[in-house]
């Protein structure tokens, strides 16, 4: 065989192992792509159904607060426990309501184009602020000195210091101790975890994190 033929029989065997690589390359780009695109629909999915539920949550919300306000405004300051406990109350809600229309903002404002890190930080920020949601656990006792009378403490009666005392101050101490240890950090134990994952809005945006994550897990195993 002439050194001629041996060169031609090298050239078509390296074309081959170039086409090869080349429709490689493009088969993994469509796989890519193609995982890609159904787990941000996925992603999306996921925190549409939340931001649907925080626009309920928000309606609800907002009649709740209306209803206090105009209890609030009702009371002028004529029982001072009633006044004291509907205001704070009425102000967690107005809280609440300012967090939920951020936070249905952030949502809407996810783009899954972006680079999925970006993606992930906006993600990341929207999951903090559900946690940061806790602080609603501080107003338990509110709902327990509503009906409070100073008469009540100036007679020493019984049935205040006995029952009605105890039991706001049991709600006080589950108050505090539920703000602050229901976070992340403890979601080994399971009565965190428990409560952190039993409604849609912290557990949904784990979710989509997740779909997102299985993304750069499956351009790594390609690679």
Not at 2 to 29: G, H
Not at 180 to 206: C, D, F, T
Request: overall charge positive.
């Amino acid at each position: 065989m002439e050194e001629t033929d041996v060169k031609n029989i090298w050239q078509a065997y390296e074309r081959k192992i170039e086409e090869s690589r080349i429709l490689n390359l493009q088969s993994w780009a469509l796989n890519f792509r193609a995982f890609e695109s159904i787990q941000q629909h996925k992603a999306g999915l996921t925190l549409n159904a939340l931001a649907g539920f925080k626009v309920r949550a928000l309606v609800l919300g907002f009649v709740w607060t209306l209803f206090l306000g105009i209890l609030l405004y009702g009371a002028r300051l004529k029982n001072l426990y009633f006044s004291f406990s509907i205001g704070a109350l009425f102000l967690f809600n107005i809280a609440t309501l300012v967090i939920y229309i951020r936070q249905v903002v952030l949502i809407k404002w996810i783009n899954y184009s972006d680079p999925i890190t970006d993606t992930q930080k906006k993600l990341s920020l929207l999951a903090s602020s559900t946690v940061g949601l806790r602080f609603l656990w501080l107003q338990m006792p509110f709902y327990c000195t509503w009906f409070w009378h100073s008469s009540w403490i100036n007679y020493s009666s019984l049935s205040f210091w006995l029952i009605t005392f105890p039991i706001t101050l049991f709600f006080t101490f589950l108050g505090i101790f539920l703000y602050r240890n229901v976070v992340p950090e403890n979601m080994h134990k399971k009565w965190v975890q428990a409560l952190l994952m039993s409604g849609p809005e912290y557990k949904s945006v784990i979710k989509a994190k997740e779909f997102l994550a299985e993304i750069d897990n499956f351009q790594k195993e390609l690679s």
